[in-house]
């Protein structure tokens, strides 16, 4: 199992990203994904998660609105786009896999990460 996250890097706030997250090794339709993001001196927290369709999804409070999570069976990539950022979205951000069905807000439920793109977003 591979996850290779992308798409990183410094913008302004109220500024645009679009991270990717790029799966081999797995069947990637039967996994759902998550993104989560870990602040310095903080805990990793969960961001967004997805099921295997793509047909539902859930967010943290504080990206709600903001942040959309998607999916490309066909390309086996997971995307986070995240609009009007705001400099406390600044973290190290994660792509994360589980073979469950039902979708998860967990940390511990992901058996699968992704090495982490930087995010940082300036005043």
């Known amino acids: 199992v591979q996850l290779q996250a992308s798409g990183g890097g410094l913008v302004q706030a109220g500024g645009s990203l679009r991270l990717s997250c790029a799966a081999s090794g797995f069947t990637f339709s039967r996994y759902i994904m998550g993104w989560f993001r870990q602040a310095p001196g903080k805990e990793r927290e969960f961001v967004a998660t997805?099921?295997?369709?793509?047909?539902?999804?859930y967010y943290a409070d504080s990206v709600r609105g903001r942040f959309t999570i998607s999916r490309d069976n066909a390309k086996n990539t997971v995307y986070l786009q995240m609009n009007s950022l705001k400099p406390e979205d600044t973290a190290v951000y994660y792509c994360?896999?589980?073979?469950?069905?039902?979708?998860?807000?967990?940390?511990?439920?992901?058996?699968?990460w992704g090495q982490g793109t930087q995010v940082t977003v300036s005043s």
């Open positions: 994360a896999g589980s073979p469950r069905y039902s979708t998860t807000r967990y940390r511990t439920d992901y058996d699968s």
């Open positions: 997805i099921s295997w369709t793509g047909g539902i999804t």
